[in-house]
């Protein structure tokens, strides 16, 4: 897990590398782990998750707009790894917004994410 976040932090500005099926599947099940407790964490302490919070902009607290920061930050991170596997199967950049159509842009982004790509 350690390799992973170190990973993470050497090439969260550099988009026009490539990434493996394999360590993009890594770095999303990390995320996605820190992100489900960053969910449980803000449904204990205000009753409502932290997109429901981000919806009606209810920050009660610091921690809160500190858990919602961190969860953006944690969906940009996704993001920038999106874009390095689409690079790695020789498609546009561009392509990730294709993560804003509503659930055929998901649907779509994880078969591309699938997909073997040119990197063992």
């Excluded at 993470?8 to 489900?36: C, D, E, H, M, P």
């Excluded at 920038?80 to 690079?87: A, K, S």
């Excluded at 950049?93 to 055929?104: D, H, Q, T």
């Amino acid at each position: 897990m350690i390799a992973i976040f170190n990973y993470i932090v050497l090439n969260i500005t550099n988009w026009k590398g490539k990434t493996s099926r394999a360590k993009y599947w890594q770095i999303f099940f990390v995320v996605f782990v820190i992100g489900f407790i960053l969910e449980v964490i803000s449904r204990q302490m205000t009753g409502i998750s932290l997109i429901q919070q981000s919806f009606y902009f209810k920050y009660t607290s610091l921690l809160h707009l500190i858990l919602f920061l961190l969860f953006t930050l944690f969906n940009l991170i996704l993001w920038v790894f999106q874009i390095r596997r689409l690079n790695d199967l020789s498609f546009s950049r561009w392509i990730v917004l294709v993560n804003l159509i509503p659930i055929a842009g998901p649907t779509i982004m994880t078969l591309l994410m699938l997909k073997k790509g040119e990197t063992p």
